[in-house]
């Protein structure tokens, strides 16, 4: 089993920066992929990022890329999702994921979850 707890989540401006957080622990020493998705209010959960777990491959969703930076320090068994130029519609529950094997933006196909943290973003 992989636990997974993100931080850094808040309230913020549009325009504004945050840097999410993720600490894995648990059976971490196999290769896994880690991923963010996001969940707003009466939406789907959507596919944000993910990274590989050599950190060689990146994939990010149309929505967020080039404001996203996903990134991990196998180390210190964290992931991390720089946001900026965040935007209200980026407003959502971020949670973080892990899986084995290669990366993909179907979450039914992740593995282990967080409990997520919320990012507000006001206009």
């Known amino acids: 089993q992989v636990q997974l707890v993100e931080s850094g989540g808040g309230l913020v401006q549009a325009g504004g920066s945050l840097r999410l957080s993720c600490a894995a622990s648990?059976?971490?020493?196999?290769?896994?992929?880690m991923g963010w998705f996001r969940q707003a209010p009466g939406k789907e959960r959507e596919f944000v990022a993910a990274i590989s777990w050599t950190g060689g491959s990146t994939l990010y969703g149309d929505s967020v890329k080039g404001r996203f930076t996903v990134s991990g320090d196998n180390a210190k068994k964290m992931v991390y999702l720089q946001m900026n130029s965040l935007k209200p519609e980026d407003t959502a529950v971020y949670y973080c994921?892990?899986?084995?094997?290669?990366?993909?933006?179907?979450?039914?196909?992740?593995?282990?979850w967080g409990k997520g943290t919320l990012v507000t973003v006001s206009s």
């Open positions: 994921s892990a899986k084995t094997g290669s990366v993909t933006t179907d979450a039914r196909h992740w593995d282990y």
């Open positions: 648990g059976r971490t020493y196999r290769r896994y992929a």
